[in-house]
Structure formats: C-alpha cells, structure tokens
C-alpha cells in the first residue's frame, strides 16, 4: 500500500488492472452516440452532445434510491463550478429511471437513460461480483445494512413507490472528448497511396463498476480529465433533496 500512495493516479489504475488481470473496457461511443438522453423536463438530447464540444466526465449510476449511489452524488455536488469551467470540462451523472425521479438540489448536468439503452450498449455489468480486485468506494459512507434502509425508506417515501430502475444494473464511469479522433493508416504500392480512414469519438478512460461499491475515486476522475483541483469529501455532505 505504501508503494501504491506513490505512484501518479494513471500509474495506480494501470497496475491495478494488471494485478487484477482484468482489461480496461474497450469502449466504443460509435454505437450509443445518437441515443437519446432526457432533463428532468423529460427533452431528449443525443448522448454525443456531452462530449462534441468539450472533455466530459460522465458518470453512470445505478438508480437514485440506491444508498451509494446517493452518497456518491452527494460528494459530486462538492465539486466546485468554477473549477470545472476553468479546466473546460463537463461533469454529467447519468440513471436510468424515468426522468421525474431526477434529483434535485444538484449543481451539475443530469439525465437519464430510461431503458438503458446506453447502458447495454456499452456493456456495463448487471449484477453485481464482489472480488479482491474491486475497491470500495471512499464517498460511501453507510454501512450496507443502514443504506439498504435508508434506501427502502426514500422508496417507501416517494411520490411514486419503486426503485427507480433495474436494481441489478450496474454504473461506471468514462472520460470523453471533444470532437472525433481520426486515425489513419497509409500505406505506399508504387505510385499509389492508400488510406483507411476511422472516425471515432475519443474515450480517454473508461471504469465499469463490479458492484454497488465500487465507484472511481472523483479526486482520481479530475486528474484524468485533467482537472488540477483536490476536493476535500471529509467535510459534511450537501443534502440533496430526492
């Protein structure tokens, strides 16, 4: 552990992935990038118009009901504006329930993907696995017995009585953009040059979550994305309202 806290953040994942034996996910946003996504007002935009014009984080839950899910929201909120918009970059959370269930009280942009159509697409696992390799989240702060709870409460307790979504589908998270990437490849016969072109949009990181816990660390999703700012989460959570 004490060689681990020296290594830089992009060090650390790349061994741990090594260590566990398990590839980063391959993502390709070819196949969801015109998938609609919708506001809290239920208006849909094309997933691809998070990232076309700038780096995003985009962040991936389980349902809004789900405890850790919560609290890892709850510390996103913590991330100051101002930061983000200095280093030019998005932070979007996105569920899956229907767009009515979105919280309220959080500073930054959220949507839902209501049949998680992204979700599947992406490959993002349903049901959870629980390894050595998988670490648990800093930002949970409950234990499972109180958060599931807590959870069950805030379902009992909402306009609408359900979980809002598929309870066994698991989040993630991936950092991309701006634009497209194209890479080309030439090769030279004679006289005659022959290009293959493929445009693709750029994914720059990509985690999917084994379980409920196992949620990137957001001071580790700055770095990546290149935001120069830690965010201390010891202070008291902001309550967001659900």
Known sequence: MADDAKLPITRQIEKESRESGAPPADVHLQAVE???IYDRHGMSIPFKSLYQDRKSIIIFVRNFLCYSCKEYVDDLSKIPKEVL???EVSLVVIGQSAHHHIVTGYPHDIYVDPQRIIYQKLGMKREEKFTISAQASPHVKSGVFMGQLKSIWRAMTSPAFDFQGD????GGAIIAGPGNVSLTSISVDQSTIHADSFAGSQVHFSHFDM?????MPINWLLQLAGVQHIVNFSEKAKVIHV
């Open 34 to 36: 015109d998938c609609c």
């Open 85 to 87: 918009e200095g280093a």
């Open 167 to 170: 309870l066994h589908q698991q």
């Open 211 to 215: 379980n409920r816990l196992d949620h």
